[in-house]
């Protein structure tokens, strides 16, 4: 399909920026029953969108010679959520409408105000910007509405998210009643819905967003690891790929500079965005990853509103998504204008189920890996220098004459040595990572113990889950009974009938002689030595461990009921609550 029924100044713009058919998006909303209605559009980011909003108001702007109309105030008003946004959106619509005529003026915070309003004074056709920076230009005069013929909201759910809902609404109630509302939102909550009924009518429904996942451009992978290795992850998940731009999101700006500083240390060059640079902070890092001077962009979810980065082709969620529509927003970076990519969401463990259920919402289907090991990411290496070395390469004279010298001094296998390690230097050392698989998680359940833990014995109680066994509460007991205090007890293992614990060697005997003489009055809950300890983990009836035996495996056995630390259990063997008594008799 190709472009048709559009005015010659817009067809040849297209055609110079080398559009040769139309996106989807762009597609419907050139549609005769779209022409000159309210549209309400799901769009994913990356869909070419700003050029479709461009083709949908351009009825409105030009007259029958394809040039813009003469107007004493804004015939079109585009509202985005951030200063990146605004500023993209601008720079497309200028090429677009170039050769119309149309003056184009944007409007965004952390701008010269008083410059913008030089320039709304001066006349502009399109006025671009942010909702709170639109706001004050409305309020101080300098920006009129009231020839407004077309209203453009850009990812309106996102801006409805970031709090602008008030903002809108006064621009919007500032507009003409006849003017025409385009509402661009790449998901359509509850908010969205009222907006638009509320501000639009008979506004055709326009959906480009697929069905069977959020982003048919995009692969999503999901990599589970320990929760203290998540910028291990980072690191290998980068040298694995080694894109040309990648993009990694974190959740607050403190954790973007910590990520930052991280990988830089490591040699990566890495530029962050977050709400705490400036404006031309901001630019500078973008023109970096423009300029390739940066490969990797540590980022907030609003910092990182607009950006639209040719080679980026890797989205790494280092923190989750806080929902769906944010999971979409963020990966919607990558896997732009036909153009492949890949997402990687770092699962903690314990947040796996969280993580499935975000991703059903979504309708994405996401592969479940393990992080790459420091072996595959060297056998990549390995392949991408090969073939990097072996690549045809233009030289020149100068080149040729210091070859000639290197090879005077050096045999060729003793500069080919030197080329890879020059090469294999560059590149940051990948991360030994936790293993992530059952079995992997289990032996390091196995091999973390304390200090002074190595030989131990274990004791055996007879109550367990069933009888509201909490280490709470046993704990105490043990200490109360054996004359020993809490750091002289290892792991503690509750099964459902049963109870089992370690003491280190060296104090096994008295602990049991201790038991012995204070058995008076608890004989309902019997202390006595174990001579093979627990069964295996995983083996019916195994216990859990407690909070002596490190962290605990997420989804491994029920958890207990949960009680009431300050009562004892209740069932068969009613075992007393710790109690402070005064020093044993002797």
């Known amino acids: 399909m190709e472009f048709q029924n559009l005015p010659a100044l817009l ?32 769009a994913q980011t990356g869909s070419g969108k700003t050029v479709a909003f461009g083709l949908a108001m351009a009825g409105d702007l030009l007259g029958g010679d394809g040039r813009v109309v003469p107007a004493r105030a804004p015939l079109a008003l585009i509202i985005a959520p951030t200063r990146e946004l605004a500023l993209q959106v601008s720079r497309e619509l200028m090429w677009l409408f170039g050769q119309t ?34 706001r004050d230009h409305l309020e101080r005069g300098a920006l009129d509405l009231s020839a407004l013929r077309a209203a453009v909201l850009d990812e309106a759910d996102e801006m409805l998210d970031m709090g602008f809902r008030d903002d809108l609404e006064h621009i919007l ?21 009222a907006l638009a009924r509320r501000y639009q009518k008979d506004a055709l429904r326009i959906s480009t967003v697929g069905e069977d996942r959020g982003h048919g451009d ?44 991280t990988l830089v240390e490591r040699g990566f060059s890495a530029v962050a965005l977050s709400g705490e640079h400036s404006q031309s902070e901001r630019n500078h890092a973008l023109q970096a990853l423009r300029d390739r001077r940066a490969r990797v962009c540590v980022a ?41 990519g890949t997402a990687v969401l770092l699962v903690p463990y314990p947040r796996r189920r969280r993580v499935e259920m975000m991703l059903r919402g979504a309708r994405i289907e996401a592969e479940w890996i393990d992080a790459p090991t420091p072996e595959t990411i060297r056998a990549n290496d390995r392949e991408r220098l090969l073939a990097a ?79 509201n066994a909490d280490p709470r509460w046993v704990l105490p007991l043990i200490c109360r009974r054996g004359h020993i205090t ?46 093979d300890g627990p069964p ?42 710790y109690q402070r008594k005064g020093p044993p008799q002797r």
């Open 173 to 193: 109630d500032a507009t003409p009643n006849e003017r025409r509302t385009l509402l661009f939102s790449a998901t359509m909550p509850k908010p969205i819905v």
């Open 11 to 42: 067809s040849e713009a297209l055609a110079t920026r080398g559009y040769a058919a139309p996106t989807p998006v762009q597609a419907a909303v050139l549609e005769p029953e779209a022409l000159g209605r309210d549209l309400v559009v799901s």
């Open 300 to 340: 907030t979810d609003v910092a990182a509103r607009g950006i639209d980065l040719p080679t980026l082709s890797l989205v790494i969620h280092v923190e989750l998504p806080r929902d769906a529509e944010a999971l979409q927003h963020r990966s919607g970076r990558t896997g732009r204008a036909g153009k492949k």
């Open 218 to 261: 995009i692969a999503y992978q999901c990599v589970t690891i320990s929760p203290s290795d998540i910028e291990h992850a980072c690191i290998n998940l980068l040298r694995f790929h080694e894109a040309e731009t990648a993009m990694l999101f974190c959740a607050t700006r403190d954790n973007v500079r910590h990520l930052h500083a």
């Open 101 to 134: 005529g149309a003056r184009i003026a944007t409007c965004v915070g952390g701008m010269d105000a008083s410059k913008e309003r030089r320039q709304l004074s001066h006349g502009a056709h399109i006025v671009v910007g942010t909702p709170g920076r639109l």
């Open 389 to 467: 070395l072996l690549a045809p390469v233009e030289t020149d004279d100068e080149d040729a004459a210091l070859a000639e010298r290197l090879l005077a001094e050096k045999s060729p296998q003793e500069i080919a040595a030197a080329l890879v390690h020059a090469h294999r230097a560059a590149m940051p050392q990948p991360e030994e990572m936790i293993d992530q698989s059952s079995a992997g998680r289990q032996a390091a359940q196995q091999e973390r113990h304390r200090p002074g833990f190595d030989d131990i014995a274990w004791f055996h109680m007879d109550i367990g889950r069933r009888q």
């Open 536 to 577: 295996p983990q995983g083996a019916g009836g195994g216990g859990r461990p407690s909070h002596h035996s490190g962290p605990r495996p997420s989804g491994e056995g029920r958890p207990p009921q949960r009680r009431d630390p300050s009562r004892p259990p209740s069932g068969p063997h009613k075992a007393k609550p």
């Open 486 to 531: 809490k750091n002289e007890i290892g792991a503690i293992r509750i099964g459902p009938n049963e109870t089992f614990f370690q003491v280190p060697s060296a104090i096994a005997a008295k602990f049991a002689a201790a038991v012995a003489r204070t058995t008076e009055g608890d004989e309902d809950v019997r202390i006595e030595p174990s001579r």
